[in-house]
């Protein structure tokens, strides 16, 4: 790569020309170990349409993320293990829907591990559940233990993965006794080598059981490291960095985050790895998310993420300038390395600096921000013995580019000097081989393909797939390729007949696919009801709520066993401070354009004669201007006009129906434009 000599980096070995803050660096140096910075992938659902890219351009996805000296070459990933609930974007199929049930390959988090592994063999894997499966009953419980274990076991077994550690639970509290039962499983049943850590909450409490592990030496014993969110926002105090060091545990961040646009994401990304150990004492540092292979309705779908996979049937991906702020620091440290506390610290001008060093090369690094600094402002350096000699290479970004070589540098009797412009990002180092990764060539962008038809049956064997079809993205439950049950093919089916101990509120279980752009089509699926069951086709969807809850806002055309058929109007989550009376007065302020108004109006309803449960029937619902047509096995049975939402995606739903999950079948989904 061409070496550019840039203006704003200068060389300076004899006395500066302004006031320089001298930094000392020597391998003697107080510092704790280094274990990496990374993302979750999960919480939820994070990868539901990357499962689906063509190759080359899922392993290009994945490689842009995981490939060491390459792209953003984190070295440490943390997963949700899940657990049919809703955890934000949406949910991921458990390994175990109901007690007994015990299947490794459902799902695609054991892909995207296996893949990120390969792709960076010394790449850490950590774990940790947001939901879990009804028949766990109480988080908090030996059930759940046994949860975790199978989850591990299958990983190790049939995926053959090691996990490096693993979490208690995510921002649901803490329980002492389960962290312990928890540990003795762990030792007990072959993962004695896996770290646990507590207790990955939030807020101005999440750090309260410290001072109980003091006084409790078998909570301190069952935790390998404490953990919590978000120091960027509330910092750690002198006082619990203390009480962690006394212990003996490292300090984890399980989750921060920066939902920041452009070269703004980078470089806080960088001061907010910095900070961590600065200001908190942070050792590893795991940001909420990396891939955003979701659609662009869902929550979160841009923002935080560093790398944009929304195309599957294009092939089309989107790098962010968010990544490259995570390849300051992955391109010039390894887990393992060790913190030099010397070279540690906030600058003088705005900004801060982290130093870490390789204990057995004696390579170094140094990685620079400076968010908000004033000036220029120069920083000199003199190496003492332990560190490598010789030339340093040095990476930078500001906002009008990103992860550029500047020329090398060339101690001087041990000495060098930066000018740092401000907003700038700077990694120095005695590790050659960095690069700027990209690849030629990406597909151009294409709207979901239309007319759009699946009947379920190429998916073969579905264990290859984990048993999900293309393109469809579970808000919660799990629409699952199955046998048909009659027998004749396959199908899919909301496989979750319970309420899940879900992370976020539930509403009804259900899918969606397409494109929120789409105005007049048709959107049809064949439908077996069981008894008692309902089923429902759902269009214009518009808002899948705000990540904490799922109340959509659409329409929705559902049909019972016992013939009922109702065309819904979705508004989203219902306000506590809204005024809904009778059904005259849900109108007139339906009308309104400038009122949001949550819940669900029945806007359409008739009853079909001939409809039983345990056969298969035809729901269709056509959208065209303001005209909603609602059709059974090809019949018109209703017609209104609503104007409340004009465009939105596709979706299949299990309705709840008083507060029973409903388990249908669908198949043959056909989605047809009307121009």
């Given at each position: 790569?061409?070496?550019?000599?840039?203006?704003?980096?200068?060389?300076?070995?004899?006395?500066?020309?302004?006031?320089?803050?001298v930094?000392?660096?020597?391998?003697q140096?107080?510092?704790?170990?280094?274990d990496g910075i990374?993302?979750?992938d999960g919480g939820?659902?994070?990868?539901?349409?990357?499962?689906?890219?063509?190759?080359?351009?899922?392993?290009?996805?994945?490689?842009?993320?995981?490939?060491p000296?390459?792209?953003?070459?984190?070295?440490?990933?943390l997963?949700?293990?899940p657990g049919?609930?809703?955890?934000?974007?949406g949910s991921m199929?458990?390994?175990?829907?109901?007690?007994?049930?015990?299947?490794?390959?459902?799902?695609?988090?054991?892909?995207?591990?296996?893949?990120?592994?390969?792709?960076?063999?010394?790449?850490?894997?950590?774990?940790?559940?947001?939901s879990?499966?009804a028949?766990?009953?109480n988080?908090?419980?030996d059930?759940m233990v046994?949860?975790?274990i199978s989850?591990?076991?299958?990983?190790r077994?049939?995926?053959?993965?090691?996990?490096?550690a693993?979490g208690?639970?995510?921002?649901?509290?803490y329980n002492?006794?389960f962290a312990k039962?928890l540990?003795?499983a762990m030792?007990?049943r072959g993962?004695?080598?896996?770290?646990?850590h507590g207790?990955?909450?939030?807020?101005d409490?999440?750090?309260e059981?410290l001072?109980?592990?003091?006084?409790?030496?078998?909570l301190?014993?069952?935790l390998d490291a404490?953990?919590?969110?978000?120091?960027?926002?509330?910092?750690l105090?002198?006082?619990?960095?203390?009480?962690?060091?006394d212990?003996g545990?490292?300090?984890?961040?399980?989750e921060?985050?920066?939902y920041?646009?452009g070269?703004?994401?980078?470089i806080?990304?960088v001061?907010?790895?910095?900070?961590?150990?600065?200001?908190?004492?942070?050792?590893?540092v795991i940001?909420?998310?990396?891939?955003?292979?979701?659609?662009?309705?869902e929550p979160?779908?841009?923002?935080?993420?560093?790398?944009?996979?929304?195309?599957p049937?294009?092939?089309?991906?989107?790098?962010?300038?968010?990544?490259?702020?995570?390849?300051?620091?992955?391109?010039f440290?390894?887990?393992?390395?060790r913190?030099?506390?010397?070279?540690?610290?906030?600058?003088k001008?705005?900004?801060?600096?982290?130093?870490l060093l390789d204990?057995?090369?004696g390579?170094?690094?140094?990685?620079?921000?400076?968010?908000?600094?004033?000036?220029?402002q120069e920083?000199?350096f003199?190496?003492?013995?332990?560190?490598?000699?010789g030339?340093?290479?040095?990476?930078?970004?500001?906002?009008?580019?990103?992860?550029?070589r500047?020329e090398?540098?060339s101690?001087?009797?041990g000495?060098?000097?930066?000018?740092l412009?401000?907003?700038?990002?700077y990694s120095?180092?005695?590790?050659?081989?960095?690069?700027?990764?990209s690849f030629a060539?990406?597909p151009?962008?294409?709207?979901?393909?239309?007319p759009?038809t699946?009947?379920f049956e190429?998916?073969?064997?579905?264990s290859?797939?984990?048993?999900?079809?293309?393109?469809t993205?579970?808000?919660?439950?799990?629409?699952?390729?199955?046998?048909r049950p009659?027998h004749?093919?396959?199908?899919i089916?909301?496989?979750?007949?319970?309420?899940t101990?879900?992370?976020a509120p539930?509403w009804?279980?259900?899918?969606?696919?397409?494109?929120s752009a789409w105005?007049?089509?048709e959107?049809?699926a064949?439908?077996?009801?069981?008894p008692g069951?309902?089923?429902?086709?759902m269009g214009?969807?518009c808002d899948?709520?705000?990540?904490?809850g799922?109340w959509?806002?659409?329409?929705?055309?559902?049909l019972?066993?016992?013939?009922?058929?109702?065309?819904?109007?979705?508004?989203?989550?219902?306000?506590?401070?809204?005024?809904?009376?009778?059904?005259?007065?849900?109108?007139?302020?339906?009308?309104?354009?400038?009122?949001?108004?949550?819940?669900?109006y029945?806007?359409?309803?008739t009853?079909?004669?001939?409809i039983s449960?345990?056969?298969?029937?035809?729901?269709?619902?056509?959208?065209?201007?303001?005209q909603l047509?609602?059709?059974?096995d090809g019949?018109?049975?209703?017609?209104?006009?609503?104007?409340?939402?004009?465009?939105?995606?596709?979706?299949l739903?299990?309705?709840?129906?008083n507060?029973?999950?409903c388990?249908?079948?669908?198949d043959?989904?056909?989605?047809?434009?009307?121009?």
């Amino acid at each position: 790569m061409r070496k550019i000599l840039f203006p704003i980096l200068m060389l300076l070995f004899g006395s500066g020309i302004m006031s320089a803050q001298v930094v000392q660096l020597s391998a003697q140096s107080s510092g704790k170990q280094f274990d990496g910075i990374g993302v979750v992938d999960g919480g939820g659902a994070t990868s539901v349409l990357l499962k689906d890219y063509p190759e080359p351009q899922r392993q290009q996805i994945i490689d842009m993320v995981y490939k060491p000296m390459f792209g953003a070459s984190i070295s440490a990933l943390l997963v949700e293990i899940p657990g049919d609930g809703n955890s934000t974007q949406g949910s991921m199929p458990s390994h175990s829907h109901f007690r007994g049930d015990a299947n490794f390959e459902r799902g695609y988090i054991w892909w995207v591990m296996k893949a990120a592994k390969k792709s960076n063999p010394q790449l850490s894997l950590d774990a940790t559940s947001w939901s879990a499966p009804a028949w766990v009953g109480n988080f908090w419980s030996d059930d759940m233990v046994d949860y975790y274990i199978s989850w591990m076991q299958g990983l190790r077994e049939v995926h053959g993965l090691e996990l490096d550690a693993l979490g208690c639970h995510n921002e649901k509290g803490y329980n002492y006794d389960f962290a312990k039962h928890l540990r003795q499983a762990m030792n007990e049943r072959g993962f004695k080598d896996v770290k646990l850590h507590g207790f990955g909450n939030w807020g101005d409490r999440k750090m309260e059981f410290l001072k109980d592990m003091q006084k409790d030496s078998a909570l301190a014993a069952a935790l390998d490291a404490v953990c919590a969110h978000t120091f960027s926002e509330i910092p750690l105090s002198k006082e619990q960095q203390k009480i962690c060091e006394d212990l003996g545990k490292p300090i984890w961040n399980s989750e921060d985050h920066f939902y920041l646009p452009g070269f703004d994401a980078l470089i806080s990304i960088v001061k907010g790895f910095n900070e961590n150990y600065i200001v908190s004492g942070a050792t590893k540092v795991i940001n909420w998310y990396g891939i955003a292979g979701v659609y662009p309705l869902e929550p979160y779908s841009l923002y935080p993420a560093m790398l944009l996979a929304r195309e599957p049937w294009s092939g089309n991906f989107e790098v962010r300038e968010a990544l490259w702020g995570y390849a300051h620091y992955g391109q010039f440290s390894r887990v393992g390395w060790r913190y030099l506390d010397d070279g540690c610290m906030k600058l003088k001008e705005g900004g801060s600096m982290v130093t870490l060093l390789d204990p057995n090369a004696g390579d170094y690094s140094i990685i620079l921000e400076t968010k908000g600094a004033k000036s220029e402002q120069e920083v000199k350096f003199k190496v003492a013995k332990g560190l490598k000699k010789g030339k340093l290479c040095v990476w930078y970004s500001d906002k009008n580019q990103q992860f550029i070589r500047l020329e090398d540098i060339s101690p001087k009797g041990g000495t060098f000097s930066l000018m740092l412009h401000p907003d700038a990002v700077y990694s120095v180092s005695t590790l050659t081989g960095q690069q700027k990764g990209s690849f030629a060539e990406i597909p151009a962008s294409k709207p979901f393909p239309l007319p759009y038809t699946d009947d379920f049956e190429s998916y073969l064997p579905p264990s290859k797939y984990g048993y999900l079809p293309r393109y469809t993205a579970d808000l919660i439950g799990c629409f699952e390729l199955v046998e048909r049950p009659d027998h004749k093919g396959q199908c899919i089916r909301q496989t979750v007949g319970e309420h899940t101990l879900s992370w976020a509120p539930e509403w009804h279980h259900y899918t969606i696919l397409g494109d929120s752009a789409w105005r007049d089509y048709e959107v049809s699926a064949d439908v077996w009801l069981n008894p008692g069951d309902e089923a429902a086709v759902m269009g214009r969807l518009c808002d899948v709520g705000s990540g904490y809850g799922i109340w959509a806002k659409g329409y929705y055309l559902k049909l019972d066993d016992q013939g009922n058929c109702t065309l819904v109007l979705s508004c989203g989550k219902r306000n506590q401070r809204e005024l809904i009376g009778d059904m005259e007065q849900q109108a007139l302020i339906l009308a309104r354009k400038d009122v949001e108004v949550g819940g669900e109006y029945t806007i359409a309803s008739t009853k079909v004669e001939g409809i039983s449960a345990c056969k298969w029937y035809n729901l269709k619902l056509r959208f065209e201007g303001k005209q909603l047509t609602g059709y059974v096995d090809g019949n018109q049975v209703l017609a209104v006009t609503s104007d409340r939402y004009l465009k939105g995606m596709a979706g299949l739903m299990a309705p709840l129906q008083n507060h029973r999950v409903c388990t249908p079948y669908f198949d043959n989904l056909k989605i047809t434009p009307l121009r």
